[in-house]
């Protein structure tokens, strides 16, 4: 069907068809809290189009405001400088709030002519400014219009590639003729001069010839732009692919991010399997390359002359090669997969090429992980002053936040990069400067209390060290730090030493170039005990090694540096003490147990956002009870109860298309209790696949019998699929039409009472959130909450489009509660029945599908 604009709320919103009135209310009030800079909690039903609604409603709202932009800039360079009062000049130069009695005379103390001769040099930046920003802008449209037209371009690409593949074939066949042939003959005193040294071409660098070029000319200035996130690369695909049949499609500058696992090209880096071990490995090419940049003419001769092999630099990394990837991105929508197929074709990092492209996107479409945790995001290169940020299927946005910021180190973990970390400084300890040792001291007694306040011994073998002690501990921060004895370090300036001087980095090349890294026995002559367990460790590994690994050896991938587990253990411990606490797991062994940092308040990682943001949205399918996002996440964060702005809309399909049944009793009268201690009376079997790969077989076995069903009118009259909540099955996939015709949901998945976890979470709430009259405490509140939350998940996969019908069952005399009810959605909860007992909910629901089925 043919685009079609329609009219909500006075603004006008381009849409592929005609859309419901639900999707017409959920664009305008979208629209506004952007408009107004606040925070919205959206919720819409699957099956109503919210992903559509997202798309044009914020993309109306980005089409008008760079439309107000660039008239008022038009209106400021036409008068030379920004006399107006009418509001919109402000909104181009620091807030209001910012400006005020510090620079008047009054206040000042100046004299009037030099107030106003600052105040018309800073007019005239304004202004120059403006023009800068007008010209980069204008190259630009030209430059993505030239990609969309001229095929001439993606020819001198790929003219480009066949060069660089034949150059690297050239190469190869040359180091290949040098390993064959005998050693190097030894030249005399003074004729290394005569030796040509390693050659590296202008292009092999990635810079133009005779321009010395780094990664920030690629950088330019940020516009304002949407950040979409969601939780899977699968979600963000399908989002990318609805703004590619939108009426957006076609001049949307969209980047779709991922990490350099889903990204890299590179196929010696891809190899090493570990996402740890690839960003590493990343890094540490990039580094080289810099390096060799770096060394200068009057540095050279001073140098050591030896041959020696050159560290390997990123073929895919070039400046020219980056440019155009850039653009290519920026001139047409496209998804991960749509990226790495066009990086492969030009020979360009994809990566850094979506990098690159932030800047000048309107739309960036990224996983939660690299929005929400903080140095990933500024990694990545991703700044939110001023931006709108879209959290879609945001139902579990507390829980994600609390996990990305929760970390578990191992005993295991604990010994081993105490062992690698002593006999790195064992080797190389007279090259350190006394800083470095002192902090790496300090690394090594922080690492040996760990293992102490677990009841372990730093110089035993963790395998074979069974505790005293069996049992999990929760402590506050500060109270860990003082059991721990290590109260008296200052774990922000070794948290800081950690990043910047890469110790965890220079560990894993240490242990890549001797492999295994063992403890030297004091005790036994033989590999054996602490030795033993450490080379297990490393998969692939061979005995002890006294050499560097031999060139050209196939090394299996090794698990990423103990210690970066660690580190990052060491900067949840630097959070407020009351924010966190600290959990001791003594599990028999020492390998086996393991210190966990527990994240109490998520408010504290997301107030940065909801700051620096000009708006945020929190949609999601089912968002009931919001009561949860309000207080544990948003005025944790410092957001005002005003600022916040609430929309939910019904479902787009006819009231008689869903049953939702409460039933309280089966047929023999027994009321149907699944309470914890009730549940495992009567006999019951739950089963779905262990494994992931094995999901969609099951499904795919599951709607040929539906469809063989349908077809033979026999014996078998439909199928059964039983799943857990909160397992594979549920959240996330398509039970459309036939294949989700009635959800039961026996009894209420209340979460683990008795979890240490989620007591000392409701033990927090209790502390610091009000109570209101005549309700449940938070803590009780939150374990309903967490219920309800993955009652309406489950329950919602059924009904995906407005011809569609199920009826839903909720077994469990528990849901007949009106607080219960509450918290349904509101497209069920204003339809639900409750049936005190069995058959007349039977009946119920025997004429429901007859009717629909036609066979009443």
Known sequence: MADETQEAGGVHFPFPFTPYAIQKDFMAALYQVLEAGKIGIFESPTGTGKSLSLICGALSWLRDFEQKKRQEEERLLEAGAPTSSDGLAPALGPPSSCQGSPGTPEATGEPDWITQFVQKKEERDLVDRLKEEQVRRKKREERLQQIRHNAKLRFAAKRMRQEDEETERLLRLSREMLAAGTEPEQVASGEEELVLAEYESDEEKGVPSGVDVDEDDLDEEHVTKIYYCSRTHSQLAQFVHEVQKSPFGQDTRLVSLGSRQNLCVNGDVRKLGSVQLINDRCVEMQRSKHERKSITEEEEPTRRRRRQEPRATCPFYSHERLQLLRDEVLAGVKD???????????????????????????????????????????????????????????????????????????GSQLCQAHSQLLQYTERYGKRLKAKNLMYIKQLLYLLEKFVAVLGGNIKQNPNTQNLSQAGTELKTINDFLFQSEIDNINLFKVRRYCEKSKISRKLLGFTERYGAVLVPSMEQPKLSGFQDFLQSLQPGATAAPATPAEAGEDLSPRPASPLMHVEGFLEALTTANQDGRVILSRQGSLSQSSLKFLLLNPAVHFAQVVKECRAVIIAGGTMQPVSDFREQLLAGAGVEAERVVEFSCGHVIPPDHILPLIICSGPSNQMLDFTYQKRGLPQMIFQEPKKANRVEQVLLEYSRCIKHCGQARGTETGALLLSVVGGKMSEGINFSDDLGRCVVMVGMPYPNIMSPELQEKMAYLDQTLPRAPGQARPGKALVENLCMKAVNQSIGRAIRHQKDFASIVLLDQRYASPAIQAKL?????????????????????????REKAGLS
């Open 825 to 849: 959605p509101a497209w069920i909860r204003d339809r639900v029945e409750v049936k005190a007992t069995f058959g007349p909910a039977f009946a119920a629901l025997r004429k429901f599908h």
């Open 336 to 410: 991960v997969e749509q990226l790495v197929a066009l990086g492969k074709e030009a020979r360009a990092c994809p990566y850094y090429g979506g990098r690159f492209a932030i800047p000048a996107a309107q739309l960036v479409v990224l996983p939660y992980q690299m929005l929400l945790h903080a140095p990933t995001r500024q990694a990545a290169g991703i700044r939110l002053q001023g931006q709108v940020v879209v959290i879609d299927e945001a139902h579990n946005l507390i829980d994600t936040i609390t996990n990305i910021h929760s970390i578990e180190v191992r």
